[in-house]
């Protein structure tokens, strides 16, 4: 049982506290619900007796915030080449609810973003993993939403670095502005002219 205040995770919503337990007569049944607090001023309304079933959850402590975070620094995990397998794969991890899960699904989507893009149903899942994932680091790490969005984008962005080398990125934004045809450019050759 939870207590008014508690900090939750709820999910495929994210984390929240719970603001108050309220008996509703809901289609002429009632029952005791959580009324949660979410991100954006949502509340939600959760079962008491069915909240565990449903895998309401205390939020992480400092340690595994941090282990979280090293998930986010590693390399990503072996993804479903088929778009629709993936996806439905990527969305058991989410409604597992399990924060490592839900780490794992954030870095392998970004990384999958960075190299070849994203479909748009992969992209609106990226984004709500990451409100999830987010929602309770700045809980679990007593921030905000802004400085726990740029933590994360970092981590991800300097494993993305360092497991897939900077050295492809470099020579296609390198190839880009210097011709290597022995062909000169344009700026070049009005400099030598003068």
């Known amino acids: 049982m939870f207590n008014i205040g508690d900090k939750i995770v709820y999910p495929m ?4 506290v719970i603001d108050s337990i309220e008996e509703k007569d809901i289609l002429g049944e009632k029952q005791a619900y959580y009324i949660l607090k979410m991100p954006g001023e949502v509340k939600v309304m959760v079962p008491v007796d069915k909240a565990e079933q449903v895998g309401v959850r205390n939020i992480i402590d400092k340690t ?3 282990k979280v975070f090293s998930v986010l620094s590693q390399d990503e995990t072996e993804m479903e080449k ?4 993936r996806y439905r794969d990527n969305m058991d991890k989410l409604k597992s609810g399990d924060i490592y899960e839900i780490a794992d ?6 990384f999958k973003q960075k190299e070849k893009g994203l479909s748009t149903g992969e992209k609106k899942m990226l984004v709500n993993a990451k409100q999830i994932l ?3 680091l700045v809980l679990a790490e007593q921030s905000n939403k802004d400085e726990m969005e740029e933590l994360v984008d970092t981590k991800i962005n300097n ?3 360092l497991f ?3 050295e492809d990125i470099k020579t296609s934004v390198v190839e880009k502005f210097i011709p290597f045809n022995g062909a ?11």
């Open 13 to 16: 919503h994210g984390a929240g």
């Open 64 to 66: 595994s915030a941090d």
């Open 105 to 110: 699904v954030v870095r392998n989507l970004s």
């Open 159 to 161: 494993s993305f670095m």
């Open 164 to 166: 897939r080398g900077n």
């Open 134 to 136: 987010v929602s309770e």
């Open 184 to 194: 000169t450019s344009n700026t070049a050759d009005a400099t030598n002219n003068n």
């Open 82 to 85: 088929n778009w629709n397998k």
